[in-house]
């Protein structure tokens, strides 16, 4: 029977019974029979005052002590009694008539249940689901029950042998309308995994506090215990029955896990003997993070938190002018290449200005997993300790690449040569994207990959793969695709070069130099060949001029602007947004103009201009292919018409950046007319309304910027990406005099 949703006061099944009637089965009875969803509720227990008050509370509509007289006729029985007592339960069950009734249970360890059924059923029919409703309270006892106590909470459930479909959609049902969140997994698995994440910790803090409690300064450790040591030692207090009994019921899975981190312990103990504190901060850096990291994971979201909304709304009214001198975060594509390269080398490598958004924090993230000690970040520092060119290690699951497709499509090209296999995945946005145009030329290097539906993200690198170095010309200008092949290059043999249409960002070349491995760059084609290594260097990341590009698009527009952009990266493959922006009529001038870490860097003076409609000279699209959504804001205020060709990659963005952008300007009062790789515009006046940035934050503060010209506020949708990948935008606009904020937050 499957259970819908509740009607007033209609029963969904005919008599439940709920043997024993603690916090959990009284609050699962009280729960439903408020719902109407049972006929009657029926409680058994030994103790009488638990009966007494289960009927007195509401909890259930009468009470037996004659567990016969109780399951007779009944269509569920939840066996919510402590786990040793019930192997006595289900032998007293089997010797009852049944009829069709379908039991469930409540317990922590799942296969003493199935075990116990299969002896006492032996030869009989039984239907039952084991359960596992993770819940509980500081109070038990019947008087706790609480109708409300699943809401939101994990209910796993185990089917077996005995568990029909429609048993178990029936058990899944009530436990649904009782607001819980279900889920399904096989006996054993669940076993280990409670044995992992409850069942071991219970056993350290009862451990740990008795241990200290025996020592003969045992007051004073209790009198000066911090925070931490009363929160982890707080569990201490469970019920000791209670956890001496799932102990004995769960001993093989939790005797895996103690073993496990036993052994774990034992390699601490001998890093401390030894003073080995690189060991230490292996430990500690992984540890402080994974939390984080595997809950992001789980939620496939970011890992910035984006601001807790699904429909992030910004509110962008008209402003004026734009003054001051800001610096914005550091370099995404330098600060993605300093973990990897720093990763790869000898030695320890300090980076100074990394940006903390999440396609950096992936890339961080993944080399963790690969064995490799990072401190930080911590205020744009990171200390790497690099483990060579072939001392990374297998990670234990899959690397989460939220969604970086730099992170992805480079990282395919280092573990193509690794001795071990990876999956690399991401979010929902980056499994949309296309990663065929890495895994070809990598398999034509001797990679085995294998991809997702249509070439798309997750991929799975098969490791101990020999690769050959190979000359590739590639068919479309993309600077992950050349870094992506050099990086595999450093570990095939003979040499790998890579020639690409039209110019790109040199990064990768750059940076190889920088920890000291030759490249050879001849015209448009870059080499490298194996048998070098990589040595340990400071990097400082420069300010990205990607996210500078919003804020001289924005001082240009906006009449009577003069803005400064301090520390801003102009390497000349990544300086297309000023060279468009001149051509258009824009005022921007290069100030203290040197070198950092290789990377050419100015501080950059942006006046107000009256820009002008242009046709966007084609050599200059990779050089600002991550900029054209802010191009366009600078196209639709221009006088004239502006065309942009020969950018089909923008289809293949977070978005597709071409439609988006079109479609947000059309419903501003602008003339845009979308083309298969490109767009043009018609300068003009700019509205108000409603746009979408269909979480691409580019969009978001694109649109951002274009309320400085607006004749009304913008109200712009899907935006929580911003926080993710620009952290710090929204304080910095507001301190140059862009007036945007979250809707609600005005």
Not at 85 to 113: F, H, I, P
Not at 362 to 382: N, S, W
């Amino acid at each position: 029977m499957t259970v819908t949703a509740v009607q007033s006061n209609t029963p969904k099944i005919g008599r439940l019974v709920v043997v024993g009637l603690g916090l959990i089965g009284g609050s699962f009875a009280k729960g439903l029979r408020e719902r109407g969803l049972c006929r009657e509720v029926v409680g058994v227990d030994l103790d009488a005052e638990s009966r007494r008050l289960a009927v007195q509370l509401g909890v259930v509509d009468r009470c037996e002590s004659d567990l016969a007289a109780a399951c007779q006729g009944a269509e569920v029985i939840q066996l919510a009694v402590p786990i040793l007592a019930m192997e006595k339960l289900l032998a007293q069950l089997a010797r009852l008539d049944l009829g069709n009734a379908v039991l469930t249970d409540v317990g922590s360890a799942k296969g003493n249940v199935v075990r116990a059924a299969r002896l006492a059923f032996s030869g009989k029919a039984v239907r039952l689901v084991p359960g596992h409703p993770i819940a509980g309270s500081e109070q038990s006892g019947v008087e706790a029950a609480n109708a409300e106590l699943f809401r939101r909470h994990k209910v796993i459930l185990t089917p077996c042998e005995y568990s029909d479909e429609a048993a178990l959609a029936l058990v899944e049902g009530l436990w649904r309308e009782l607001g819980a969140d279900v889920e399904s997994m096989e006996v054993e698995h669940h076993d280990q995994v409670l044995a992992a994440t409850s069942h071991l910790p219970h056993l350290l803090a009862f451990t740990l506090v008795d241990s200290l409690a025996k020592r003969s300064e045992n007051l004073e450790i209790f009198r000066y215990a911090a925070g931490g040591f009363r929160d982890f030692t707080r569990i201490a207090g469970s019920d000791p029955v209670m956890w001496h009994d799932i102990f004995l019921a769960n001993r093989e899975a939790v005797l895996r896990t103690l073993d496990t981190f036993r052994d774990d312990l034992d390699a601490l103990r001998d890093a401390v003997d030894a003073g080995d504190g690189h060991q230490l901060l292996g430990v500690f850096t992984r540890a402080r993070v994974a939390r984080e990291h595997f809950s992001k994971i789980l939620a496939r979201r970011a890992y910035v938190d984006a601001m807790h909304s699904t429909d992030l709304i910004f509110l962008a009214k008209p402003g004026s002018s734009l003054a001051g001198r800001i610096r914005v975060p550091g370099d995404k594509s330098i600060s993605h290449r300093s973990i990897m390269l720093g990763s790869l080398a000898e030695g320890t490598t300090e980076v100074d200005g990394f940006l903390e958004g999440e396609d950096a924090l992936a890339t961080l993230q993944a080399f963790r997993d690969m064995g490799v000690v990072i401190e930080g970040p911590h205020h744009g520092r990171v200390t790497i300790h690099g483990v060579g060119l072939h001392g990374l290690k297998a990670p234990v699951g899959p690397l989460y690449m939220g969604n970086s497709g730099t992170s992805m499509r480079l990282l395919s090209g280092l573990l193509a040569a690794q001795p071990f296999d990876t999956t690399l995945t991401g979010d929902a946005s980056l499994s949309k994207r296309p990663m065929n145009r890495v895994a070809k030329p990598l398999r034509e290097m001797g990679a085995v990959i294998e991809t997702g539906p249509e070439g798309r993200p997750p991929l799975t690198i098969k490791g101990g793969q020999r690769l050959t170095g190979m000359a590739y010309e590639m068919p479309m200008a993309s600077a992950q695709v050349k870094s992506c092949l050099l990086l595999a290059g450093l570990y095939a043999a003979g040499s790998t070069s890579v020639t690409e249409p039209a110019p790109t960002r040199d990064h990768t070349e750059r940076m190889l130099r920088g920890f000291g491995y030759p490249v050879s760059v001849e015209g448009s084609t870059a080499s490298v060949e194996s048998g070098h290594k990589l040595s340990a260097t400071r990097i400082e990341v420069p300010a990205d001029i990607s996210s500078a590009a919003f804020f001289l698009v924005a001082a240009s527009i906006a009449e009577g602007s003069e803005l400064v952009l301090e520390h801003v990266g102009i390497n000349p493959t990544r300086t297309g947004v000023i060279d468009i922006l001149k051509l258009m009529g824009g005022d921007i001038t290069l100030e203290n103009q040197r070198e950092v870490g290789g990377e050419p860097v100015a501080d950059i003076r942006v006046r107000a201009a009256k820009l002008k409609g242009i046709d966007i000279p084609e050599d200059l699209v990779p050089l600002a292919i991550d900029e054209f959504p802010v191009l366009f804001v600078a196209a639709a205020c221009a006088e004239g018409r502006t065309v942009l060709r020969g950018a089909e990659e923008l289809r293949v963005k977070e978005s597709d950046r071409i439609q988006v952008m079109a479609d947000g300007l059309i419903s501003l009062g602008v003339k845009a007319e979308p083309t298969p790789d490109g767009i043009i515009i018609e300068g003009g006046a700019i509205g108000g309304g409603e746009v979408w940035a269909h979480g691409d934050h580019r969009i978001a503060m694109s649109f951002s910027v274009a309320s400085l010209r607006a004749s009304a506020p913008i109200r712009i949708h899907d935006c929580a990406n911003v926080a993710t990948s620009f952290p710090n935008f929204l304080a910095l606009a507001a301190e140059v005099g862009i007036n945007v904020v979250v809707e609600g937050n005005a």
